[in-house]
């Protein structure tokens, strides 16, 4: 990110039906952004490889502290 930007520190994705395709771009998402330090994602259709690629990508994450 450029210098004077913003950093995407939360996102409440809860209850937003959101399945296994969903999860790849949440995980993309959270690749582009190691400001981010909450996500939150309960509530939706998240399971199996779903479920998998987004805690894959949160245990790579150099600053996510909150997974829910």
Do not use: C, F, W
Request: glycine share 16%; charged share 20%; no cysteine.
């Amino acid at each position: 990110l450029g210098q004077g930007q913003p950093v995407l520190e939360y996102v409440d994705l809860t209850g937003n039906g959101i399945g296994s395709v969903g999860a790849a771009s949440i995980a993309k998402l959270m690749q582009q952004h190691p400001g981010l330090r909450e996500l939150r994602v309960d509530g939706n259709r998240l399971h199996g490889p779903g479920a998998a690629v987004i805690l894959d990508a949160a245990r790579d994450h150099p600053g996510l502290r909150v997974l829910r």
